[in-house]
């Protein structure tokens, strides 16, 4: 088993940038493809990046996809969204997720992640 905990959240205006940040806990980070979900008010959680085991693979949202970089480094158990040109409607709950299946083609359904951290509150102003 897995514990993930987000970090890195915050308000922040449009155009602005953060970086999410995802530490897990155990020794088997390096076997887990991880995600990053997000979930705004109202709204379904979808699904925004993801990497495969060891970083060669990933997949993003095409409303992310060109501002947003998802990263890992496996010496330090943690994984990385770095999201620039922030828009006000990628104003969410953003949340890390790691899938053990070890597929190479990291998942993009929440159904395929297996472990989830609490969430991180990202705000966007206008």
């Known amino acids: 088993q897995v514990q993930l905990v987000e970090s890195g959240g915050g308000l922040v205006q449009a155009g602005g940038s953060l970086r999410l940040s995802c530490a897990a806990s155990?020794?088997?980070?390096?076997?887990?493809?991880m995600g990053w979900f997000r979930q705004a008010p109202g709204k379904e959680r979808e699904f925004v990046a993801a990497?495969?085991?060891?970083?060669?693979?990933?997949v993003y949202a095409d409303s992310v996809k060109g501002r947003f970089t998802i990263s890992r480094d496996n010496a330090k158990n943690t994984v990385y969204l770095q999201m620039n040109s922030l828009k006000p409607e990628d104003t969410a709950t953003y949340y890390c997720?790691?899938?053990?299946?070890?597929?190479?083609?990291?998942?993009?359904?929440?159904?395929?992640?297996?472990?989830w951290g609490q969430g991180t509150q990202v705000t966007v102003s206008s």
């Open positions: 990497i495969n085991l060891r970083g060669g693979a990933t």
């Open positions: 155990g020794r088997t980070f390096s076997t887990y493809a």
């Open positions: 997720a790691a899938d053990q299946s070890r597929a190479l083609v990291p998942d993009v359904t929440r159904g395929g992640y297996d472990y």
